[in-house]
Structure formats: C-alpha cells, structure tokens
C-alpha cells in the first residue's frame, strides 16, 4: 500500500514537470511556460506599439534574455538604443505583423521571425529579425536579438495600366521587386517587374528552357507552381509571348509601365476576367 502510495506521489510530481531536452541536455522544471515564442514578440511588439510612459521599451527589455541583456543594458543604455535610428521605427509603429513563411525553428530550442512594421515616423516598412530562445533552467522562451534588415518599402501606391491605384499581386508567395506583394517599380529594378501574371506549367517549363528557372524552391525564394500570381518582368513576358508561351495577365495589378514594353492590344489579349 505504502509503496503504491510512493508510486502515484512520484507520478503526480512527473506530471506536474515540464522537460525538455536542450542541447542534448534534458532540464525539467515545475512551473510550465505558458507562452510560445510566438507569444513572446506578441507581446513586445503590441507592447512597443502603444509606448506610453516608456511601456512597450520596458516590455522589450523585460523579456529579452539575460545574454541580450548583459550586451544591451542596463535599462538606460537599452532605452537608448530602441530609441536610435536603427530601433526607432519599432516605437509607437502604426501596424506591425510577422512576415509569412519566414519563420524558422531549430528543434524545440531556437525560433526567428520576421517582423514588418510601418512606422509612424517615416510612413514606411521596415523588417527587424527576431531570434529567441528557450532559456536554462526555466525553459521560458526570451529574445536573445533584434536585427534590422536592410529593407524599406515606399507605401506609396503605383498606378496600374488603367490609371487606377495598383492592385496587390499576390501575398503568397510574396510577389514584387521590392516584396510588398504589389508589381511596383522603381529606377533600380533593371528588370522592371511590372507584369501581374498567373503561372502556368506550360509558362514555367518555358522560362526554366530559357534560363530562369522560376518554379525551383532556393533561399528565400519559394518556387512557383501554376495558379501562383508572379511579378514578371516585362521583357520576359514578351518573349514568352512571341514564343506563344505567354501566362495571363492581372489588368489590375499590372503597372502602367509595362505599355513601354508591350502593346496595349497584345497585353489586353490576355487579360483575366
């Protein structure tokens, strides 16, 4: 009897631990985490969003690890940097969400994401990466870095081929030179990807023959399949036209500049309705 009460002690004690092996290492610990690392950046930046009497940067510090912690802080010289030019953007932001598809999991250790944020302060996008971890012994998810990425987008709508304001693309995948999901353009887009186009197998199987494998999966780059929308440059899908190989065109979402490099009437031919 003693020893049956031994055994469902014992296993009340099991049950009431969490483990997880970090490292190679098992660590247990009696009180549960309750939130994900998801739930983590939620926090930090709902948090930094409405920074009232320096709230949302106490947030941020408050669950950053004890790493980030010793390379960033103390609390002032921490505030100091969310208040730089790199950090600045995060403070106070107008709408902030994680990118699709762009987080990344190491075993049940380490989790990234990637954050946009448009600013109050310039009207623009920016993207930060934030890496967290479990931490040891208590196995609590904190961020251990925030990094910016180089990369703003001008949230100033384009015109399509009818003058109107430029339809999105496709979001998924994230389609456009700049990927903000639209066929926007600008002075360093050589390849001028102005052309809304709905993939096909035909069209792919094309422009892989000719050099441009677009339905191949590399980096960040997810592969098309057909019934995905893609920002196509223009002179490619001219030449896919001449070779009869041509996908249809989203009127709405195709930019106006691509009548320098197409006919009207040969455009219009292959519109979606």
């Known amino acids: 009897m003693r020893i049956l009460l031994l055994l469902i002690v014992i296993g009340f004690i099991i049950m009431k631990n969490t483990c997880k092996t970090i490292k ?11 939130m994900n690392a998801r739930n983590i950046i939620k926090i930090q930046m709902d948090s930094m969003k409405n920074n009232k009497k320096e709230s949302g940067i ?8 004890p790493l980030n912690k010793k390379s960033t802080g103390p609390y002032d010289k921490f ?7 790199t950090y600045k953007h995060l403070l106070n932001n107008k709408t902030w969400k994680i990118v699709p598809k762009t987080i990344h999991k ?6 990234s994401a990637l954050v946009e944020v448009l600013s109050s302060l310039d009207n623009q996008i920016h993207r930060y990466r934030f890496t967290l971890s479990r931490q040891i012994p208590t196995l609590f998810w904190r961020t251990d870095s925030v990094i910016k990425e180089n990369f703003t987008v001008d949230t100033t709508i384009q015109k399509n081929i009818f003058g ?3 339809e999105i693309c496709s979001t998924d995948p994230m389609t456009g030179w700049k ?3 639209r066929c926007n353009t600008h002075e360093n887009d050589t390849g001028t990807h102005t052309v809304c186009a709905e993939m096909t197998d035909e069209f792919l199987d094309y422009t892989k023959s000719v050099g441009n494998d677009l339905s191949t999966k590399r980096g960040s780059f997810p592969g098309l399949n057909e019934g995905d929308r893609w920002c196509l440059c223009a002179n490619r899908w001219s030449q896919a036209h001449k070779a009869g190989k041509a996908p ?3 009127k709405e979402a195709t930019h106006h500049k691509t009548h320098q490099y197409v006919d009207k009437d040969i455009l219009s031919q292959y519109f979606t309705y």
């Open 24 to 34: 190679g290492k098992k660590y247990c610990t009696k009180d549960k985490p309750l």
């Open 58 to 65: 106490r947030a941020a510090f408050k669950y950053a690890s």
């Open 79 to 85: 505030k100091q940097m969310l208040r730089s030019d």
């Open 106 to 111: 190491g075993k049940d250790e380490i989790y």
């Open 164 to 166: 109107d304001p430029l």
């Open 179 to 181: 990927r903000d999901g």
């Open 248 to 250: 249809k065109v989203i």
